[in-house]
């Protein structure tokens, strides 16, 4: 009899372990594609950071050429 009571024991102790483990997986899984969002995230605003700065050197470069067409003028 013990030795049935045994067995009943590790079957549901083999099911709690697989649902707990299952448990884990999901749980891990959202946290995976939480990151991947964080990350997509993170990739879009580089790129916006990057270009702002690419506009803003253009727009110094601009400033600085006609800075220098002005003082050219001038000294016409």
């Known amino acids: 009899m013990n030795e ?3 067995e009943k024991e590790c079957k549901n102790c083999e099911e709690v372990k697989m ?3 299952s448990e884990r997986i999901a749980k ?3 946290d995976i594609s ?5 990350d997509k995230q ?15 050197g ?7 050429v006609s800075m220098i067409t ?3 003028e001038r000294i016409k």
Do not use: M, P, Y
């Open 4 to 6: 049935k009571n045994k």
């Open 19 to 21: 649902a707990e483990l």
């Open 28 to 30: 891990l899984e959202k």
């Open 34 to 38: 939480k990151q991947d969002k964080r």
């Open 42 to 56: 993170a990739k879009f605003l580089g790129k916006v950071i990057f270009w702002g700065a690419v506009a803003s």
């Open 58 to 64: 253009c727009n110094a470069i601009f400033g600085f």
């Open 70 to 72: 002005n003082w050219i």
